[in-house]
């Protein structure tokens, strides 16, 4: 790795956030605040107030006001960022999939909170699996670290590849968490991120276009299958970008990461800062003698199932994490994608699906340890006699 | 340093617990020692029970939940030792530190606390001397400091300027009231 | 790269559904909507007002460079009869609306 100097910050993940956006100084931010993430919008407004950035930061009356505005600025060709949590991101829904049809790079932190009814303004995984399908780049962190970094990278990512990225982080667990965060220089993350590339230009008076035509029965699925492929090719663009940005300071960033995965027989699959204390849960567990292991997946949109499948093959049994109920009645979310994408292996590990977590409900080391532990029959016998369950729930 | 220590903060909303955690684990940073520190919020008003932590370790710190077995408990509050909850899980060599009037050895026996070592400040009256304002955590760092060994004074005392010194920058007699407020709590924290 | 010439794959759509260019709606001969009746300009009543490049909603009438009225642009004219309806010339319209049978 090369020697950039590099400074260590005590940070929440929202005040990460702000760092990398002010580090950005991206050229529009149009933002309307709420919990979780209002203390990020609160920072970075600071930075505009005290002139530490040139951003126009637009305060809106709504999250659909604040979508539609990044969409137009996105759109005139402006870098633009923007942040939410819960409700808010469930008001921008419609603006959402506009957002990834016109190919917006747009960057939005999404600080992960539970989805009312019963309101709940705690970390769970509810608000962007309701958006796991809008076309958004979907990146999940562990921790501050992963904030910060992944706050750089997305505004390349986007940039790169013409799709609008979501950064997401556990409500509070993460967003109001203190957390040792090692940055870069701003001129160095001024280089990293470069200049805003646009394939034409909104304002361009000389060179007139239409953005958001009308589009037919001749015209529309052509079209999707056109934003499809971006999504289905993004992927060797977002590894190059985690190569890039690993030669800068030595973290490694790729689409899933594995703890001591490649001789386990066991395996959890999860999502964000469940995964920290999942890899001190495995540590316990080896040394009890228990081939335990965790994939961890970074990137969940592009969803991928090439890493996991491989990453997967052999196991004895595994369990997915899913800190969303789907409310499909045969399990969350993420479960379904990873039991579909382990479909072609021939020899399949048996799999469970655990609902964990929400509405912030604290998972601790014992909880993963139970989750193991439960793993450990299934891994004998070959057998799942109901793959649906909850973990830390009251019977 | 053992791997790691582990902090609760028991405090009523508006006491600064919060921000006293937070400080802590900014003081305590730096190569080779990481930190943790987050609150655990409830209904989020003035006066309500909360609670905050800290984590310092020789190791970066991978753990994302709360925590249930303290080496440390620090009350802002003493009369939330009246529900035994505060308590739980608290280590049996465990540290107690409570803003108080009383001495160690009363809270002992009216709390009827068996083990731990318990130290006591009263660290209200203190802030009221020193900041004119009933900001316990502010001396209840100095004491922890003390009480913990985590660091020493002078190092705990310089990180605390230049923090004053950029929020106060025009009020010196603020970060002076201040500093002095931290070494009296340093030093005036009882023990058994 | 022209989008008008014929129905495009989806590998030659330009980014995001955008139209890359001004002007494409003069591929889009509405001319074909036209039904029954059609503006028939007599230039010998015509006072040369321009009410009916005004008031046609597309872009059928033409005038020459020098400002000057000149014939319908049939691709464009949808038949709607605006123009006859607005022209003030007097004792005769200058624009009449005969059947057309196609």
Known sequence: MSQVAKELM????????????????????????????????QTFAQYVADGLVDTELVTVESEHSAMS????????????????????????WEVLYIASGLRLPIVMCVINRALSAPINIHGDHSDAMGARDSGWIQLFCENAQEVYDNVLQAVRI???????????????????????????????????????????????????????????????MEHKRAQSEAMRTAMPTILKIGEDFEKLTGRRYEAIETYRLDDAELAIVALGSTCGTAKDAIDE????????????????????????????????????????????????????????????????PPIVNYIYGLGGRDVSIEDIKKVFNELVPIAETGKVEDFYRYLGVRE | MQDMLEIRWHARG????????????????????????????????????????????????RLHTSIKNPDVVIILDPSLLADPSTLD?????????????????TVREKYNIKGRKIYTLNASQLAQEELKRDLASVPMLGALIKVTGLTNLEDFLAHI???????????????????????????????? | MKLTDRLHSWKELPIGGIIPEGGTSRA????????????????????????????????????????????FDYDYCKGCGICARECPAKPEKAIEMVDELR
């Open chain 2, 89 to 105: 899980g608290l280590k049996e060599d465990g540290i107690i530190l409570v803003n108080t009037v009383e001495d160690p050895k």
């Open chain 2, 14 to 61: 508006g006491q600064g617990a919060k921000t006293a955690a937070l400080l802590l684990a900014e003081s305590l940073m730096g190569e080779g020692t990481y930190v943790q520190a987050f609150p655990e919020y409830g209904p989020e008003r003035m006066g309500a029970p909360m609670r905050s932590y800290d984590r310092i370790s020789s190791k970066p710190i």
């Open chain 1, 158 to 220: 986007a940039e790169e590849v013409f799709l609008p990225v979501m950064v997401n982080y556990d409500g509070f667990i993460i967003s109001h968490g203190v957390e040792v965060v090692e940055t870069l220089p701003k001129e160095v993350v001024q280089a990293f991120v470069g200049e805003r590339k646009t394939p034409y230009k909104l304002l361009d008076v000389e060179h007139p276009i239409t953005v958001g035509a009308l589009d037919l029965q001749d015209y529309y």
């Open chain 1, 285 to 348: 567990l080896r040394d009890e003698g228990l081939k335990a292991g965790l994939l961890k997946i970074r990137v969940f949109r592009p969803f991928p199932w090439k890493y996991i499948q491989t990453a997967l093959r052999g196991k004895k049994a595994v369990a997915v994490m899913d800190r969303a109920e789907g409310m499909s009645a045969v399990g969350g979310p993420v479960f379904h994608e990873v039991r579909s994408c382990l479909y072609d292996l021939g020899d399949r």
């Open chain 2, 161 to 192: 300027r230049k923090e004053l010194e950029r929020k106060f920058a025009h009020r010196p007699e603020v970060i002076e009231a201040n500093l002095k407020l931290y070494q009296r709590a340093y030093q005036e924290v009882k023990s058994e």
């Open chain 1, 69 to 92: 505005a990044c969409v137009g600025a996105a759109a005139a060709g402006a870098r633009t960022m923007t942040a939410t949590s819960s409700q808010g991101l469930a008001l921008m």
């Open chain 3, 28 to 71: 889009y001969k509405t001319g074909t909507w036209r039904t029954g009746k059609k503006p028939v300009w007599h230039p010998e009543r015509c006072i040369q007002c321009l009410f009916c490049w005004i008031y046609c909603p597309d872009d059928a009438i033409l005038v020459t460079e020098d400002g000057k009225r000149a014939d």
């Open chain 1, 10 to 41: 005590a940070l929440t993940g929202n005040e990460a956030a702000a760092y990398a956006m002010r580090q950005i100084n991206p050229d529009v931010v149009a933002a309307y605040p709420i919990t979780p993430q209002t203390e990020l919008m």
